[in-house]
């Protein structure tokens, strides 16, 4: 009798977390992007009129009201400060950013940390931190390359350039473009000496990287 | 403590499902693998009876519950007509790949891997594209296009007398000090058919995508293969509902993904692919939206419903392997002794590199195919599945009086069904390579149109919380009269963005639906952000066109201030 008591109630807790869908039960984070609820609303996925009347389950919101706010807050920043890269994006001098985990308070104000990463306001640039760019429609910072990529480079520019002294990172002969590796120190200087020059230069914002799906 | 009671039901549940299962760890091997030799039946596979996606027989493929027999792909077909891929090569730039797996090896490109963890370009070609910290994604992905076949052992891939490279290009070696588009732009080219990408964006957030990565992609499908156009394969998203704490708001309500908003992913010249179970149905993390071209098979979590049967890193301490807690096939058992193989693979990256291996096998069956081509070949060879054209609501029921949240399908006025949850369909691999082998349609010229413009001066206010919305129209004449995709382009300044819904009108009255309303994608504004639609495939496009943005949430306001469109087609 307590063997066949014991049976149901492991058939009946069994039951339990079985019926509200499999990833319940995942035991690995195959993909962190993977939240349980995912699976939970599976039948949301019908048209209306098949859901109907039998909605599924409301999902219950993850977070506590006080989590704070990661909308962004547009900033302005004066033109002298920055580039304009393209329409609502800006190079911002004097903003630097480096890994939240390597930041040293001694390096400057806080404007920003995000993706780990902490942007910050230093009149003096402390050393092997990547320049900012700050989109002013998005409210967001963006580290930059060091490497400048130049648009519209043929074979026979892109030998003048190297002859000057530009250290060739990439060029891709199809599409025309020169990559150029300079340094984080000295990457405005040389974006605004080729800009100058009437080439078509560009900074690299590195808005993110690709993730596994 | 929910957790622990589930570990002490579920272990022994997984290993009763398992019929060869040993329920021990005691079969499970050292860090390298080799203690054992994987059970060889020759002239066979012996796990492809698990393979769902190749044949589904309502398996259970190692979880607790069984697919649904019949829903599958025809890949089965094919392969007994003996197309196997056979001169395809296929890139595949992922997390690196355990070239040395015995169901990989043979079919390498020794030459070809890449290895971009270097910021020195040199070291980029050629060497071996082991995966960093045993990350298993990528050996995966190549197990489901090209694990040899009928070698005796394992499963088998989709084409499985495909070769393949492999790009170790995704994972945390990236940093700020290099060029990560220099190395984006390099991964797109090279001497190959296909090219398969099973990674993306976190789908919060609209990327902007960089000129010259759409240069790159139109080089590759104008020059490539001589000139025929490399197929570009992409997983559409994991991010039907999606929570990300950098991207949404204090709430605590999650977001509601879109192909739409990945980098890359509103260009016609790549094949956005959708994921199916072994039910039948769209997979539960399945992106929508209007940029999908096709679904193929992508899994649920592989525990309660089947995942992919497909290789594993060598050794059961690496791999999917290593972070499975349970006895049974995934940690090593008598089928599996040294972890070659993992039934836990799944998303929209388990779904596109099946597709590209059906795209390998019509490209065996005729190799004269185009880019377009292929994309027309498996636009309207495509199964209809869980059809309807009934309205859907939003998966949390935050709709708009007034307003259809979106369609399952729509029919175009040129006869195609269209939906945002499966793009064409599900990828029928037995009609799509039939089709292919007699193939004799002309596309004709391809014409991308300038891009003509609405701007708006003053903005224009977007009426809040009102189904009405803000509309506006576009006159075009003399552009394409067979519409192959439809691109717009939005600026737009609003403190919230997820609350905005976006719909085209094309000029024969089909409705697409670009972004659907309260996605609480968490951005406060666009300028000239890309969307793509290909909800018109076939369609006459001269005539007026219309816009129409809804805003449908009360967290916050905004203007419209331009919109222009593109048509893509002959």
Known sequence: ?213 | MKLILASLIIAPLLTACNPTSTGTKASVNDASGTSSSDPVVPGTDPLVTEAWHILNTGQKTYSLTAGKTGEDMKINKVHEDDILGRGVRIAISDSGIDVNNPDLKANQLSSLHRDYTSNIQSNWRGGNPYPIEEEAHGTAVAGLVAAVGWNGIGSRGVAPSASYAGFLFIGDFHNNTASYLVKTLDQISGDFDIFNYSYGYQGCRFMDTSQSIIDAYKSGVTNLRNGKGAIYVKAAGNDYIGYNSECTSNDGTLYYGNTNTGEDQNLPYLILVGALNASGQVSSYSTPGSGLWISAAGGESGTGKPAMLTTDISGCQKGYASKYSYPGFNRGNSVNPNCNYTSLMNGTSSAAPVLSGVVALMLEANDSLTWRDVKHILAVTADRINFSLAPMIHPNYKDLAGHVYDYLYVKNAANYYFSNTYGFGRVNAQAAVNMAKTYAIDLGTYVETNWEEDILSPALNIPNQNATGLERTIDLASTPNFIESVQIKITTQHTYLGDLGLELTSAQGTVSKLLLINSNINDSGLIDYIFITNAFYGEDSNGRWKLKVIDAGAKGTGTLSAWSIRINGH
């Not at chain 1, 066949?4 to 019926?19: A, E, K, P, Y």
């Not at chain 1, 480096?98 to 404007?111: C, H, Q, T, Y």
């Open chain 1, 1 to 213: 009798m307590k063997k066949l008591l014991l049976g149901f109630f492991i058939l009946f807790v069994t039951f339990l977390f079985f019926r509200q869908e499999d990833t319940k039960v995942t035991p690995i984070a195959l993909d962190p992007k993977r939240g349980l609820d995912k699976e939970a609303v599976d039948i949301s996925r019908l048209p209306a009129s098949v859901n109907h009347p039998k909605r599924g389950k409301k999902i219950a919101p993850h977070l506590p009201t006080s989590t704070p706010m990661k909308r962004e807050e547009t900033k302005s920043y004066s033109e002298d400060e920055t580039r304009v890269l393209s329409r609502g994006l800006r190079f911002i001098k004097n903003v630097y950013v480096v890994l939240s985990k390597n930041f040293d308070p001694n390096m400057g104000e806080i404007v920003k940390i995000q993706n780990g990463m902490t942007f910050f306001r230093s009149e003096q640039r402390p050393p092997e931190v990547a320049n900012v760019a700050y989109s002013e429609i998005k409210g967001r910072y963006y580290p930059v390359s060091p490497v400048l990529k130049l648009a519209n480079i043929d074979e026979t520019s892109r030998q003048d350039l190297i002859a000057k002294g530009l250290a060739e990172y990439y060029y891709q002969p199809e599409l025309k473009l020169m990559f150029v590796q300079s340094s984080h120190e000295k990457l405005l200087s040389l974006y605004d000496n080729l800009a100058s020059e009437s080439i078509e230069v560009e900074m690299e914002v590195i808005t993110g990287f690709n993730q596994p799906r």
